[in-house]
């Protein structure tokens, strides 16, 4: 299946069967299946996440009894949501992802389409900003990477920007924010900039990092809003920084 997903990928125009139609993969160690999209990105998700252990990092660090709270930015098909339940079965999690079609998938992965889930999980069919106003989506980077734009795109298309500030008032999420996943494509450099109001709260956070957004601009926000978030580990992928800061004292 990840071969021929991989040929669907790269031959597009190709009149090849099974396009788009959601496939069940049964992993290791999981009750349930996951359910990927053949042709789509949805399978390099699945493998990042629990082949090659994106978060690992969070893994290691963090254990079910530390996590209440979820706050997952950039949700996609919900593989990172998928771990989250399994990880800390008795968070909370709020997962924003503004793309109907990412979202269907989401809610089928994480059993919220069946109600299957028993855990308290919120889905915003929103993007994260620093500011609120009307977007829309570019979609010519594939289904994992949908980055926000303010150009102007048919009226049917327009979404809802929402501020963290707003997500947090919106699902009622109060208190500290045990993990902050942020995986927005791009626009984690606005988020930032403006991130004193709600960055107190958060205890963990695992960002990946698109140019020209660099290290070095992340930590400068962080510390001019006042956050005691400090890296501790990361990875590179493609180009990309993938980083794990915590506020927890190390030793």
């Known amino acids: 299946m990840s071969i021929y997903n991989r040929v669907l990928i790269h031959r597009p125009r190709w009149p090849l069967p099974g396009r788009g139609v959601r496939r069940q993969v049964l992993l290791i160690g999981e009750d349930r299946p996951i359910v990927v999209r053949s042709g789509t990105s949805d399978w390099y998700a699945l493998e990042e996440v629990f082949l090659h252990h994106e978060y690992g990092d969070v893994q290691n660090s963090l254990g079910k009894d530390d996590v209440k709270n979820i706050l997952d930015l950039g949700a996609n098909v919900g593989m990172s949501v998928r771990l989250w339940q399994s990880l800390y079965p008795r968070a909370r999690i709020v997962a924003v992802e503004p793309d109907p079609e990412n979202v269907g998938v989401l809610k089928a992965n994480t059993g919220l389409d069946a109600a299957a ?26 289904e994992y990477a949908y980055r926000m734009s303010d150009s102007p795109g048919p009226r049917e298309d327009e979404i809802d ?54 290290i070095e601009k992340l930590s400068d926000d962080l510390k001019r809003a006042g956050s005691s978030l400090e890296i501790r580990g990361g990875h590179n992928k493609g180009g990309m920084e993938v980083l794990y800061l915590s506020t927890a004292k190390v030793g």
């Open 117 to 142: 889930s028993t855990q308290d999980l919120t889905v915003l069919q929103v993007c994260v900003a620093g500011t609120s106003r009307k977007v829309s989506l570019d979609r010519s980077r594939g």
């Open 161 to 214: 920007a929402l501020t963290v500030s707003q997500i947090l008032e919106l699902t009622r999420m109060e208190g500290t924010i045990d993990l902050l996943k942020c995986d927005i494509e791009g626009a984690e450099a606005e988020v930032f900039a403006n991130c004193s109001q709600w960055i107190a709260n958060v205890k963990n956070l695992v960002i990946e990092l698109h140019e020209p957004y660099t």
